[in-house]
Nanobody
Framework: QVQVVESGGGLVQPGGSLRLSCVAS????????MGWYRQAPGKQQELIAR???????EYGDSVAGRFTISRGTAKNTVYLQMNNLKPEDTAVYFC?????RGQGTQVTVSS
């Protein structure tokens, strides 16, 4: 069973930044995709960012230019750098590694 654990969520003011971290219990080379999606109350699940084992990246339209996904030197780690955060970014953020996902970390953007 693959374990996926997120960290780094919290409360931030509009315009601020947060960095989310995700660790999977196997090396990323085992996964075709790792990435993040988010779920806000009353809204559909939204893919935020994805990175492949070959380092190709993809972003959702709502976060392109503000969020950056990257891998750590430990191949089982991915990060999500979130800049210029907006209140509409408030959601639970989930990390996924292929079909496995973590429990989520809450991000709240509010003044």
């Amino acid at each position: 069973q693959v374990q996926v654990v997120e960290s780094g969520g919290g409360l931030v003011q509009p315009g601020g930044s947060l960095r989310l971290s995700c660790v999977a219990s196997q090396t990323i080379t085992s996964f075709a995709n790792m990435g993040w999606y988010r779920q806000a109350p009353g809204k559909q699940q939204e893919l935020i960012a994805r990175i492949t084992a070959a380092d190709a990246t993809e972003y959702g339209d709502s976060v392109a230019g503000r969020f950056t996904i990257s891998r750590g030197t430990a191949k089982n780690t991915v990060y999500l750098q979130m800049n210029n955060l907006k209140p509409e970014d408030t959601a639970v953020y989930f990390c996924f590694a292929n079909s496995f996902r973590g429990q989520g970390t809450q991000v709240t953007v509010s003044s």
